[in-house]
């Protein structure tokens, strides 16, 4: 009986994969056909190209499938029987029957919420494993409690997939859960895609895989929208977006952009390092009000009775306090940006100078009016307008700023702070821009406004040129109309009208059909574009994000379309804001949702029990340890040694799992001689996660997991590191000290009875 099942699923999924295998082929082929075809036309490339993107789409989907095409299946009591999948195929029939139904379908939601409870009209829900395209088990769940026939693959305990997967050894890659999102998780991940959602979890809840699950499925449910405008997903550091990078495009996506808030300001690479005192200071959010303070010192007067003295052909210009204060008073008025603002300002300059000028030219010295009429005054203007002199008055007062120079500017010399907060964050220009810069660059082209008047300048020449050019070609055809005619006439007696390319198109529409599309992706333009507004923002380790990160993310996402995932008691020392509460008012007041993941899928009970009194012994407010799935029955360790290195070197050789991931999580200091005691281990580098044993320290460890990880010195860290150090891994954790452990461990080293 039981083989039997086996073997009827072996076949139908192996007819899956021949349907695969065809679809594949068609996709192949119809690139093959188009990029073969000939035509250099514009038009044509750009069918062609569209043609290729959108098969190239289809065959990464197809890839995706390759692996657990087929994982589950539903049969309902009242005869429906689906089987679910990575992605949803259908038959080649006339009715393009569905085979298998794509796991983001609403049919398919009961394979993740139904339970013998509420069955959600099913009778049984298979699990279906496979390895490759051979399917290796099922597992069978009775729902409907009155149906007796059975099939051989009941399991005897409903989480045994699950478990399995909790099981596994780690890679140094996150993997996609499709087979086993528990209900809690389901809820959150198909939650609506309006509005805010927060959700919070301690260690291991499955924050991460839940918030990628959610772009995937926000991208199945609304693809018209937010493929156009494209998902953003925030990670803490670098290390943990090469970790979570390979989710999305294992589940069919690859139009997200994965970024750190030090990525978010295009132009600008963030390397270099902050203190905490800096970063805390930075990322108050009364650095917007300095900011804005410290560009209105930018827009200057001279000192009354020191005015600037201007050369002109004409005679000197006094470009003195009056004149500048009204102009500054004029372009203030304006309530531009400051870039925006500076025409005013100038104009006003210039506009007085020029007075000045011709009441001093056109003076008549016995009292009478002015000699000069209207156009001689429009002849001096211009000449004041151009003069490079009276430009460069313009620009000691109120100069064209760009972000890039305005911060740099203003962290050499930090105004409007006290006098602690300006020593924190002062910094000579040239050094590198770090991640706390750059909330601080984002709001300084707030304030600066782009003036893309000389763009839009270029823009326009460029446009006229691309119209000359076309309308060039059309005269071409035009002028060779007379031989093709001819040419027609002579092979075609019935004299057929030939329509040529001056009677379809003019010169203008040609231009804009010459004119390159932008062939990249959603995601590529907006990780190019300050201003780009996201279809959705989800944001992992939210807790961590400073009021200047937010105010960044906020000006990302106008529609307020976000996923913010946290756990309070993460929070690094030199981070994030209190509470959601403090975070979200001021952009949404308290419209916001909340849902909570209480039960931990990573760490071992035995381990979290040990990690939760870290916390509780500091006394964290609110705190709340989640719950762990499972116990392996392997209890933590820790030992005092004299000689740390090479304990660490000898529990390493000793601990390093079989074909998984070990961390060592110190503090940065200790990394240059552990490293010398470890296999391919360089300190200082960006930590390659998949190697087996990897050198971090706590900060790099958010988000991260490993199966076998030894904490090194506990005792130096705050808690909020600590915490999250000691619940990284999945079946083994050890603890090495050269001193005496905090109190909340201090049990591990007593004798146990
Ligand atoms: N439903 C599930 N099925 C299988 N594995 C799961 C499930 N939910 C979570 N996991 C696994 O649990 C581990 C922890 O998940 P994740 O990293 O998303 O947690 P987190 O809440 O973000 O943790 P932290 O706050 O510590 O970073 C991952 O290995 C993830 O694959």
Not at 48 to 54: F, I, L, N, Q, S
Not at 186 to 204: C, F, K, N, S, T
Request: proline share 5%.
């Amino acid at each position: 009986m039981s083989t039997e099942e086996l073997r009827e699923e072996q076949q139908f999924v192996s007819g899956l994969y021949a349907r695969l295998d065809a679809l594949r082929e068609e996709a192949e082929s119809a690139v093959q056909a188009s990029l073969a075809q000939v035509g250099n036309g514009s038009q044509a490339r750009l069918e062609r190209d569209v043609m290729v993107a959108e098969q190239s789409g289809l065959l990464a989907a197809f890839d995706t499938g390759e692996n657990g095409l087929c994982f589950g299946r539903l049969e309902f009591r009242d005869g429906r029987d689906h089987h679910i999948g990575r992605i949803g195929i259908r038959a080649s029939d006339i009715e393009r029957t569905p085979l298998v139904i794509d796991w983001r379908a609403e049919v398919a939601r009961p394979f993740y919420l139904a339970t013998g409870h509420t069955p959600m009209g099913l009778r049984r829900r298979r699990h279906i494993t496979s390895e490759g395209r051979r399917v290796t088990a099922l597992h069978d769940e009775i729902l409907d409690l009155t149906d007796t026939t059975r099939t051989g693959h009941e399991a005897a305990d409903a989480d045994e997939v699950l478990l399995a997967a909790l099981d596994s050894a780690r890679t140094g890659r996150m993997h996609d859960i499709v087979q086993t999102i528990q209900a809690e998780q389901d809820r959150v991940i198909r939650a609506p895609h309006q509005g805010v959602l927060v959700v919070e979890g301690g260690p291991g809840t499955g924050k991460t895989v839940v918030a990628l699950h959610r772009a995937a499925f926000l991208l199945y449910a609304h693809r018209e929208l937010l493929a156009k405008r494209a998902v953003l997903v925030v990670g803490p550091n670098p290390a943990f977006l090469g970790y979570i990078g390979e989710v999305l495009p294992a589940l069919g996506e690859t139009g997200v952009l994965l970024a750190t808030i030090g990525e978010l300001f295009p132009g600008v690479t963030a390397t270099g390092a902050e203190t905490p005192a800096a970063a805390r200071v930075k990322g108050r959010v009364e650095m917007a009000d300095v900011l804005a303070r410290a560009l209105r010192d930018r827009q200057q007067l001279p000192e009354p009775g020191a005015p600037l003295i201007v050369e002109h052909d004409d005679g000197e210009l006094i470009l003195d306090w009056e004149i500048a204060y009204e102009a500054r008073d004029a372009a203030r008025a304006a309530d531009l940006p400051h870039n925006l603002a500076r025409p005013t300002f100038a104009f006003h300059v210039i506009d007085a100078l020029t007075r000045q000028l011709a009441e001093r030219i056109g003076h008549d010295p016995y009292g009478g009016p002015n000699f000069l009429g209207p156009d001689d005054i429009a002849q001096l203007g211009k000449a004041v307008a151009v003069s490079a002199e009276v430009h460069a008055a313009i620009e000691q007062l109120w100069p064209t700023l760009t972000p890039e120079r305005f911060v740099t500017e203003f962290l050499a010399e930090p105004v409007h702070l006290a006098d602690a907060d300006a020593d924190a964050v002062r910094r000579a220009p040239g050094a590198a821009w770090t991640s706390a810069d750059v909330p601080l660059l984002d709001e300084a082209a707030e304030l600066l406004g782009v003036d893309d008047s000389a763009e839009r300048a270029r823009a326009e020449a460029r446009w006229q040129r691309e119209v000359a050019y076309a309308q060039g070609v059309l005269d071409v055809s035009y002028a060779s109309r007379t031989y093709e005619f001819e040419d027609k006439e002579e092979t075609d007696p019935e004299g057929a009208e030939v329509l040529l390319a001056h009677d379809i198109m003019d010169a203008e529409r040609m231009a804009e059909r010459q004119e390159e599309a932008d062939h990249r992706s959603a995601a590529e333009r907006a990780a190019a574009d300050r201003t780009w507004a996201f279809g959705h923002i989800i944001v992992d380790e939210a807790q961590e994000l400073s009021a200047m990160a937010w105010r960044l993310l906020m000006r990302r996402s106008p529609t307020r379309s976000m996923t913010l995932v946290g756990d309070p008691a993460q929070t690094a020392e030199s981070g994030g804001v209190g509470s959601w509460q403090d975070i979200l008012a001021p952009y949404v007041e308290d419209r916001w949702e909340y849902a909570r993941l209480g039960v931990n899928y990573r760490t071992p009970a035995e381990i979290m029990d040990l990690a939760a009194e870290v916390p509780r012994a500091a006394g964290v407010v609110g705190f709340e340890p989640p719950s762990s799935v499972r116990a392996t029955g392997v209890r933590p360790w820790a030992r005092r040694v004299d000689d740390l290195a090479s304990a660490v070197g000898d529990v390493v050789a000793a601990e390093a799992p079989e074909g998984g991931r070990l961390a060592v999580i110190a503090p940065r200091a200790l990394h240059e001689e552990l490293a010398g005691k470890l296999p391919d281990v360089t300190a200082g580098a960006e930590p390659d996660l998949t190697r087996a044993v990897v050198l971090i320290d706590p900060r790099q460890a958010k988000g991260l997991e490993f199966d076998s990880v030894v904490v090194v010195e506990p005792a130096w860290y705050g808690t909020s590191d600590l915490y999250v150090a000691l619940t990284r891994a999945t079946q083994r954790l050890g603890i090495l000290t050269s001193g005496a452990l905090p109190d909340a461990l201090a049990s591990l080293l007593q004798p146990r009875r």
